[in-house]
């Protein structure tokens, strides 16, 4: 048995399988037109995993999976872990964690409204400068929070601001940069050294 190695769906999946593949780790079936969950490699007999982007801390910090490809936004979100170590940023899926509010709208309200699926950056950010806020936690379509007066602004992630633009709000403030990382179970780095030393390799060698 090879490695198992945990993959964020979407836009990540996306972007990793080309770098994945570069380095010689190839699913055995199309992934795109498949509705299972569980691949096998064609080489080295890893099994490739995909799922949900916030599972995949979860997934690696318990063992369940060897290896994990998340962005860095969802580790920030899932908080200090001792279950794995992030040992490469793969530079994929490279975005900003933003606040964004409706064109013209400052954020200098003493006591600001900010709807989120990011509810721990948020909140860490905020708190950091001493800026007193309510955080409304919501899973999705972020956008149109301050339009139907649900919240003063957002966070979310910002990659060329076209879906702001598109619903009348604008960027503001960067609270950081994004990119994919791969994480690795704290057990198997130590078990497996040899395995995910030589995974590790073969994916710097494709970046
Ligand atoms: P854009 O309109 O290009 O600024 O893209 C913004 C939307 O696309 C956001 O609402 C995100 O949900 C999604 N998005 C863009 N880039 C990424 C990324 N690297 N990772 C995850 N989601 C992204």
């Known amino acids: 048995m ?3 190695i945990a993959l964020n769906r979407g836009r990540i999946l996306k972007e990793c399988l080309p770098l994945l593949k570069k380095a010689g780790i190839e699913p055995a079936e199309d992934i795109d037109s498949s509705r299972k969950l569980v691949f096998q490699s064609t080489k080295g007999n890893h099994r490739l995993v995909i799922m949900r982007g916030s599972d995949v801390p979860t997934y690696v910090e318990y063992g369940a999976a060897d290896l994990g490809i998340v962005g860095k936004d969802t580790l920030l979100e899932y908080g200090s872990a ?7 940023d793969l530079g ?7 606040t964004a509010a409706p064109k013209g709208v400052s954020l200098d309200k003493r006591s600001l409204t900010v709807a989120t699926k990011f509810v721990n950056i948020t909140r860490d950010y905020f708190e950091r400068q001493g800026r007193q806020v309510s955080i409304i ?3 999705g379509a972020l956008e149109i929070a301050p339009l139907m007066n649900l919240a003063d602004c957002i966070v979310d992630i910002v990659d060329t601001g076209n879906t702001l ?5 604008e960027a503001l403030e960067v609270i950081t940069r ?15 050294f040899d395995e995910v030393e030589a995974f590790i390799a073969l994916l710097k060698a494709a970046l």
Do not use: H, Q
Not at 92 to 98: P, T
Not at 180 to 192: D, E, F, Q
């Open 2 to 4: 090879g490695l198992t």
């Open 82 to 88: 001792s279950g794995f170590y992030e040992r490469l």
């Open 92 to 98: 994929i899926g490279a975005c900003r964690l933003m």
């Open 137 to 139: 936690a919501l899973s």
């Open 165 to 169: 633009k598109a619903n009348g709000l």
């Open 178 to 192: 994004i990119s994919s990382r791969l994480i690795v179970n704290r057990a198997s780095m130590k078990t497996r």
